[in-house]
């Protein structure tokens, strides 16, 4: 899905009525994860995942992972 905004929204980042149709989209695919293009806040991220009732992550959750699922020592 794609949204254009001028600002984010402060509650979810995403507007309500793309929030509902990602809903919406999740529970009808059986999705079990999002990934936003945007560094979100921890507030923003709890929201989401508090209404979507699965899990989100962001750009940079999204690298770290799998940065971390390449690491050959404990550094990595």
Not at 16 to 22: A, F, N, P, V
Not at 26 to 38: F, Q
């Given at each position: ?13 995403i ?55 390449h ?6």
């Amino acid at each position: 899905m794609v949204q254009s905004r001028t600002e984010p929204d402060p509650q979810y980042w995403i507007g309500k009525g793309k929030d509902e149709e990602l809903h919406q989209m999740l529970h009808s695919t059986g999705a079990g994860l999002v990934i936003l293009d945007e560094e979100l806040t921890p507030g923003h991220l709890r929201s989401l995942e508090a209404r979507l009732k699965v899990k989100v992550i962001d750009r940079t959750a999204l690298i770290l992972d799998i940065f971390a699922l390449h690491a050959q020592s404990r550094e990595g």
